[in-house]
């Protein structure tokens, strides 16, 4: 069993790294991707770098080429939904990309012919993580994750994505992720903690949480992994 773990940001990866043992670096596709254990579980990371494309990239790379069978995402998100504070943890039941629009053609937002407008993770992890979180006293909530190339700081933009997709936080790599999985028939789960609220106020409160909500985030799946052993 080989599971990926993958991020978008270096800061999103650097914790889980320190875990891992018996490390080795590959440069692929202009980016670095690891191979390493944990606790005799063959592991693969890389962040992406932020964005539906890279993500897909990566996220494609580490199936295809480093076969990995599970993937797990750990990361940071804006909040929506008011009861997502800074720090919480949100795993995405499902997902969607609130940017593609062919609504000209009478389509719904978020759908393109042959695809759909949500995905939906692997009933199995999150009933692993919902678990995790139970024994251990922690507060992982679920639910909906919107994901498009922009970063919202905007209560009007935040409330159309709210509106038009029931979505409880945002980002820019979960869904296109989930595509990737989902056409790969690979089981994923998207972890978020909440590092902001999408807001007038959501670059600053980002650059203040980043870290300190990427460690919460990377040590539920650490906690999840220790599952998996
Ligand atoms: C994207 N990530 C943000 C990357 C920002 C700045 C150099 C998560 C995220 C996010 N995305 C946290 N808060 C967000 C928000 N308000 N809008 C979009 O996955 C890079």
Redesign the pocket.
Known sequence: MKIAIMG??PEEIEPLLSYMNDIKSYELADNRYYEAKYKGIDVVLAYSK?GKVFASLTASVMIQHFKAQKLLFS????AINENLKIGDLIAATKLCQHDLDITAFGHPYGYVPEGKVYIESDKELLFLAKNIAKTKGIDLKEGIIATGD????DPKKKEWIKNTFSADA????GAAVAVVCDAFDIPFFIL?AI??A?DMD?GFD?DKFLEKSSKISADFIISMLDEMV
């Open positions: 978008a940001m932020i990361g940071v998100a804006g922009q970063f919202i700081a945002l980002e820019m790599e978020r590092s902001d999408a959501a980002f």
